[in-house]
């Protein structure tokens, strides 16, 4: 049975909100259009899988799809509810999701699926999304490899503003193939001119490409394909370590 949901991103939501805004979607576009877009009717049901605040979300919406966009962190959901109060946005957990309705495809962007640390619970999440898809269903998602890992070099990237100032740093262990993010957020409270501090962590993992392709199998996909960013038409830094992959179900 999956435990209660927990999330590191519930404690700096807004920094992430605010943070990777206008940052993932511009550059990962050529990419989604070739993979994803361009093979779906408009009113198509698609499942958003780890929308987070719900950038991309917005675009699907935009489209015309029917969407339904599922993250097991409460606070991004709550952020994503206010930037669409009409989309079906729920908190779920990935590997083991409740869902009505069949999808005609589903969508996982910005290496969320990185996010999940272990193989067993990859191929659950693999599982779960196969059976949330129709016959014939499309499945796209991408994840970084150990080069886009590399560049998380301790360094500490600091943005700086009126009522707010968030500090992000990364490392990465070759050895684990762990990498962890360390954020913190101080926020300016307007009533008394005090600064209040969040802190998380956020663990990621990267696998190999064969073990990603293979618990895609397992989990009953077909036709499957990975895509180097640079083939997709990814032509900026977002792309560095980055692949692509496709899947159907039968």
């Known amino acids: 049975m999956p435990a209660p949901l927990t999330s590191s991103y519930d404690e700096i939501a807004g920094l992430y909100d605010a943070w990777w805004a206008d940052w993932y979607l511009p550059a990962a576009m ?27 979300t917005k675009e699907l ?31 779920q957990d990935a590997r083991y999701l409740t869902l009505d309705e069949p999808y005609d495809a589903a969508l996982s962007t910005f290496d969320s699926l990185n996010h999940i640390l272990n193989m067993r619970d990859l191929q659950r999440v693999f ?19 150990d080069e886009a890992y590399a560049l998380d070099l301790r360094r500490w990237s600091v943005e700086i503003m009126d009522t707010s100032v968030g500090l992000v740093r990364g490392e990465f262990d070759r050895i684990s193939k762990k990498a ?8 300016k409270n307007g ?8 802190r998380s962590v ?49």
């Open 191 to 198: 009533a008394n001119g005090c600064w209040q501090q969040h």
């Open 30 to 56: 050529p990419a989604l259009e070739r993979l994803f877009f361009s093979h779906l009717e408009p009113s198509s049901r698609l499942l958003d899988l780890c929308c987070g605040s719900g950038h991309v």
């Open 180 to 187: 962890r993010t360390e954020l913190i957020w101080f926020l």
């Open 127 to 145: 599982a779960a999304v196969h059976r949330a898809l129709k016959p014939g269903g499309r499945f796209v998602f991408d994840m970084n490899l």
């Open 61 to 91: 919406v935009s489209r015309g799809y029917c969407v339904t966009g599922i993250d097991n962190s409460a606070e991004l959901i709550a952020l994503a509810r206010k930037r669409l109060p009409n989309t079906d946005l729920r908190v």
């Open 202 to 250: 956020v663990e990621q993992r990267c696998y190999p490409k064969s073990e990603i392709l293979e618990a895609l199998a397992v989990a009953g996909f077909e036709s499957i394909k990975a895509i180097a960013s640079a083939d997709a038409g990814i032509t900026s830094d977002l792309g560095y370590g980055r692949l692509f992959f496709v899947a159907h179900t039968a």
